[in-house]
């Protein structure tokens, strides 16, 4: 049974830095692309960023790049999205995902979703 866990969430202030976990479990997970995605209320969900199986590859929405980074630890079947200097438009559930096939922003290509872990910035 395949587990993605998000965990990491929580409120911070505007400017302020959170890193979000994954922990995925019942997968080859070194084989599996992971996705961020996020919602927020009232809106759809939203592609966040990419990384590549191997690692060696990062994709940002326009909207967190040079803020989010992503990365992912293949031993320990973890990834990680680091955000920094948070705006009140970043407020959302957070999710991870997996996806077998190849790197894409599309949220319909991954197979596997984590719950989500909400991350709200005050402003």
């Known amino acids: 049974q395949v587990q993605l866990v998000e965990s990491g969430g929580g409120l911070v202030q505007a400017g302020g830095s959170l890193r979000l976990s994954c922990a995925a479990s019942?997968?080859?997970?070194?084989?599996?692309?992971m996705g961020w995605f996020r919602q927020a209320p009232g809106k759809e969900r939203e592609f966040v960023g990419y990384?590549?199986?191997?690692?060696?590859?990062?994709y940002y929405a326009d909207s967190v790049k040079g803020r989010f980074t992503i990365s992912r630890d293949n031993a320990n079947n973890a990834v990680y999205l680091q955000m920094i200097t948070l705006k009140s438009e970043d407020t959302a559930v957070y999710y991870c995902?997996?996806?077998?096939?190849?790197?894409?922003?599309?949220?319909?290509?991954?197979?596997?979703w984590g719950q989500g872990t909400q991350v709200t910035v005050s402003s």
């Open positions: 990384i590549s199986r191997s690692g060696g590859t990062t």
């Open positions: 995902a997996a996806n077998l096939y190849g790197v894409t922003t599309r949220s319909a290509a991954y197979g596997y």
């Open positions: 019942g997968l080859t997970f070194s084989n599996y692309h």
